[in-house]
């Protein structure tokens, strides 16, 4: 087994860093605008864009605990983020990136006052963002409402996987068994893919041309560590190697793909690599603020940047960034 670690380490680009070196630093980027979690984040054109999120307490809902704020920040050179058009108040989002524009996919939105018994709502929107115009323009509607799901984009195909509708106060949540695809090219058209599971609160990563769903938490509550992986050309779903965490919690991880390498943080804060022969997850990394509920995007193929999250029922603004440059 040491054998086989070994060797899948000397194969990833980004291996464990060298011993002495912090894995994870936040003097080069700013914190987040606001301390949230459960927001969308992607990167486009050597930007960073967060839209929305919860900025209450865990499990505090209500018209002033979700925001809709968006700004953006320049990786090279990151300095104050800057503020963009505000949209719908949305947590339980997904936010993607194509052709230098940014997509917003369903979310959840409480419709209750500070105070009231939660009234939550699965939103069935999705919305594209024109960095030129610097305005908003509404696409095509999911099929039905959607939150704590995510998305990717692969070729010209939006996809988005997982999740649940939320109906409001004292009605059934309904748990979503499809992946929706949608082409951006061409966006009349949702088509429909059936899921092998029933998953929510999970992460999705494009990576060497599939969608890799990461964590989350399934219909009957439990969080698991399962990895899953759908390739859209095909069409089908197969296993991948479980995410390894000693507390076993796989709710909301952070993931993403850089210079080949698959990448993952769940709740125990370490930063893991799938290289290789894909079947073997190595350490790399160490946050200095284990988190859930948060993002991780790549920042170039040499840093991974962490943003925002959970932890102990606190939201965060703490921005890390994971360092691949030095390897062994």
């Not at 680009?13 to 949230?36: H, N, R, S, W």
């Not at 917003?104 to 963002?129: V, W, Y």
């Not at 966006?187 to 609160?201: D, G, I, L």
């Not at 170039?300 to 890390?320: F, S």
Request: charged share 20%; aromatic share 6%; hydrophobic share 40%.
């Amino acid at each position: 087994m040491l054998e086989r670690i070994s060797a899948l380490t000397a194969c990833l680009m980004t291996a464990c860093a060298v011993a002495g070196e912090p894995a994870a630093k936040t003097a080069d980027f700013p914190p987040l605008p606001q301390a949230v979690s459960s927001f969308g984040a992607a990167v486009s054109d050597g930007w960073l864009y967060v839209y929305g999120g919860h900025r209450s307490k865990t499990h505090d809902y209500s018209t002033d605990a979700v925001l809709g704020t968006f700004y953006r920040v320049r990786l090279s050179a990151p300095g104050k983020w800057e503020k963009l058009p505000d949209g719908e108040p949305l947590q339980g989002l997904a936010v993607v990136a194509h052709a230098g524009k940014i997509y917003r996919i369903g979310g959840m939105q409480p419709r209750n006052a500070p105070g009231e018994k939660a009234d939550n709502h699965s939103l069935n929107s999705c919305t594209r963002f024109d960095p030129a115009q610097n305005k908003w323009e509404r696409l095509l509607d999911l099929p039905e409402g959607r939150s704590s799901h995510d998305a990717v984009v692969i070729g010209n195909k939006l996809i988005v996987v997982g999740g649940w509708k939320l109906n409001g106060r004292g009605k059934p949540t309904e748990w979503h068994a499809t992946t929706l695809m949608l082409d951006l090219d061409k966006p009349a058209r949702w088509e429909s893919v059936k899921q092998p599971f029933k998953r929510r609160a999970l992460t999705t990563a494009a990576h060497q041309g599939k969608v890799y769903v990461l964590g989350g938490m399934n219909d009957e509550s439990k969080t698991v560590l399962t990895v899953s992986i759908f390739d859209p050309a095909q069409g089908t779903w197969s296993a991948g190697p479980e995410i390894p965490s000693p507390r076993r919690n796989g709710f909301s991880p952070g993931g993403c793909s850089a210079g080949g390498v698959l990448y993952v943080t769940p709740s125990d804060g370490r930063v893991l690599a799938l290289g290789g022969k894909q079947d073997v997850w190595a350490e790399v990394g160490q946050l200095q603020q284990p988190r859930i509920v948060h993002r991780m995007v790549p920042a170039g193929d040499d840093r991974l940047v962490v943003l925002g999250g959970a932890a102990g029922g606190d939201n965060i603004a703490l921005t890390e960034v994971v360092s691949l440059r030095n390897a062994r």
